[in-house]
């Protein structure tokens, strides 16, 4: 795993140098933003370039005098035809880059689609492409917070594959399980997270804080997201390709065919929405593959009621940390108006919460400063 790793690596390094690098140039040498944008599309293929180097060395190092000291006994063995290992190579190794791809996919019917209803209802270009760009604030966020559920997958990927090659049934059912539960829990905390902080985090990265509700809707897909590629590793190990064909070719369909509907209806809000429903498609068709290994986690009581008993809830640490983000978040953004619902939620006490009252008390101190503060302004 060393060389992969390393030119996984080296490749980031000189895809994020040489975007960087062309940013720097921009205002002085390069003054069109086309031509910025197309040297920092270049830095893909120029970093898989030094990629394929790093991992050519290794190949040459390791294929050096490969015999010496070496006792080598003929052994007849069926040799494959090239027929079957490019079916092989193309099935299997282009159902692993469609899936590793699904937001780009994703974003590409948003290309087709989305500005273009947008103007057939009457809205001017230059509005449609800055609502379009506002949308598209949403991948890169996506991409941020999937890193975690994306690694969980690739690490567990060589103990699965080692447990399905030896029939250990139960030690494969025991670790896909482990590897949903955690992406589950890890996945819905960044989700939370990233909703929390999304006012200041849109501000800080790209200078106002347009296209919240667009941008909130979409980061929900980073629960949907993460889970299918924790599913997607568990299908690979198995080499159960036509699984996530299926459930890919589902999800795509369900993102075209609502897509501008629901843009027509609610505008770039809609391109959000259709892009968390093909995502939930997606992840509800591959979910009933794994029918087995999905009811032992959703029915795991030990998993729940561990994380139940756990300190930072019993201390009510955790859940005051998410009701003090949701109440900075409503009130920053909402100001005394909209999240009802959530007021309401948050007034019923039907589930005790340890540290529930000190967090209610919070939330009515912060209201009451920001309201006082407001009435001060204004006077």
């Not at 667009?214 to 390709?241: C, E, K």
């Not at 009510?316 to 109440?327: D, E, L, P, T």
């Amino acid at each position: 795993m060393m060389p992969t790793a390393i030119s996984q690596v080296v490749e980031q390094v000189v895809r994020v140098a040489v975007i960087l690098f062309v940013a720097s140039l921009f205002g002085s040498t390069i003054s069109d933003y086309y031509t910025m944008g197309t040297w920092a599309m270049s830095s893909a293929t120029i970093a898989a370039v030094f990629a394929i180097l790093v991992m050519l060395y290794y190949v040459l190092k390791e294929t050096k005098d490969p015999l010496d000291s070496l006792t080598i006994t003929p052994v007849e063995m069926e040799v494959p035809t090239f027929g079957h290992l490019f079916k092989r190579f193309a099935f299997e190794g282009g159902t692993i880059c469609l899936l590793s791809s699904i937001l780009v996919l994703f974003q590409l019917v948003d290309s087709f689609s989305v500005y273009n209803v947008l103007t057939d209802q009457g809205m001017l270009p230059e509005v449609a492409k800055d609502l379009k760009g506002i949308y598209d604030r949403g991948q890169p966020l996506v991409q941020l917070g999937m890193v975690v559920g994306v690694g969980f997958s690739s690490s567990y990927m060589p103990m699965l594959s080692r447990a399905f090659k030896k029939g250990h049934d139960l030690e494969f059912k025991r670790l896909s399980a482990s590897l949903l539960r955690m992406t589950m829990t890890f996945s819905v905390v960044a989700t939370m997270g990233m909703i929390a902080i999304l006012s200041w985090l849109n501000t800080a990265l790209f200078g106002d804080a347009k296209g919240q509700a667009v941008l909130l809707v979409y980061v929900t897909s980073i629960f949907f997201a993460s889970v299918i590629m924790s599913l997607h590793g568990i299908f690979q190990s198995q080499h159960q390709y036509p699984k996530t064909l299926l459930a890919l070719t589902a999800g795509l369909a369900v993102k075209a065919s609502t897509n501008y509907l629901f843009v027509a209806m609610f505008g770039t809000l809609g391109a959000s929405l259709a892009t968390a429903l093909g995502l939930l498609v997606m992840m509800g068709v591959m979910m009933a593959f794994a029918k087995d290994i999905m009811t032992s986690v959703l029915r795991d009581g030990n998993f729940y009621a561990a994380t139940c008993r756990h300190r930072t809830w019993h201390d009510g640490h955790c859940f005051g940390i998410i009701i003090r983000s949701m109440a900075f978040y409503r009130h920053a953004r909402f100001k005394n108006d909209g999240l009802c619902l959530f007021n309401r939620l948050c007034l019923y006490r039907s589930c005790d919460f340890p540290g529930w009252n000190d967090e209610m008390e919070f939330i009515h101190q912060t209201r009451m400063g920001i309201n006082s503060k407001r009435k001060e302004f204004i006077t």
